[in-house]
């Protein structure tokens, strides 16, 4: 059985303001989120990984990279563009409010009905988009696993990582958002026992191990 773990990237400057980043957009993780990456690296320490896959946003490098340094464990680290957050176009390093103003029936799609988004008004991605190029990341991961017993690490981004991970489920565009988004520095594991035929969820959005009070701007 191969194990993937998808992780959200540590809290950033942007996320604390409620400010769209997307694909292009980024901003620096915060002070506390280096703590955050030292609890998720205790959580994860009971396992030895086989590799770990990051977006090339330097948020989800520079979670990617600490959280190695923290487990102190040597695997290879592949920076891959699939893993990019969504390219929100228009709508990156806008705030929440003038996002909904300016482009309501946009966000309000993104947001609880990706399967009627259409991002073109912003100059944006598909979740279409999104999820082939994502899950092209996913079955080079798989089929490196030559053994099919590897646990392999993802860090990526809120709203790319679920519709990914849902997708991989066999969940409906309709209805990926049915089980929330994901927190900064949070992990869900989902497996596969078929080489990336079929995927079965094993735990959704982890935080407990972050030991905080989570926040409405903690979680896309």
């Known amino acids: 059985m191969t194990e993937l773990y998808f ?3 540590g809290k950033t400057k942007w996320n604390l303001e409620g400010r769209y980043q997307g694909g292009h957009g980024d901003s620096p993780l915060l002070p506390e989120s280096y703590a955050d990456i030292e ?3 205790k959580f994860l320490a009971a396992h030895r990984y086989q590799a770990l896959y990051t977006s090339p946003l330097p948020r989800a490098k520079m979670t990617a990279i600490f959280l190695q340094e923290q487990l102190a464990q040597t695997f290879p680290i592949y920076v891959d563009d699939g893993l990019r957050e969504f390219n929100l176009g228009k709508m990156e390093g806008m705030r929440f409010p003038d996002v909904q103003r300016l482009y309501p029936s946009q966000i309000a799609a993104f947001r609880t009905a990706p399967a009627k988004y ?8 598909t979740f279409p988009e999104v999820i082939d190029r994502m899950r092209g990341v996913v079955a080079k991961a ?5 053994t099919g017993q ?11 990582l679920t519709a990914l991970i849902q997708s991989l489920l066999g969940t409906p565009l309709a209805d990926i958002r049915k089980q ?16 990336g035929k079929t995927f079965q969820l094993v735990k959704w959005n982890e935080t407990d191990y972050l030991h905080k009070k ?6 896309i």
């Open 142 to 146: 798989v089929k490196r696993d030559r």
């Open 214 to 219: 989570l926040t409405k701007t903690d979680t």
């Open 118 to 125: 259409d991002p073109r008004p912003i100059q944006g991605e």
């Open 180 to 195: 929330g988004g994901l927190t900064n520095t949070s992990t869900t594991i989902i497996s596969t026992k078929d080489q």
């Open 39 to 41: 609890q998720l690296a």
């Open 7 to 9: 992780i959200r990237h």
């Open 150 to 160: 590897a646990r392999v690490l993802f860090v990526s981004h809120g709203a790319a």
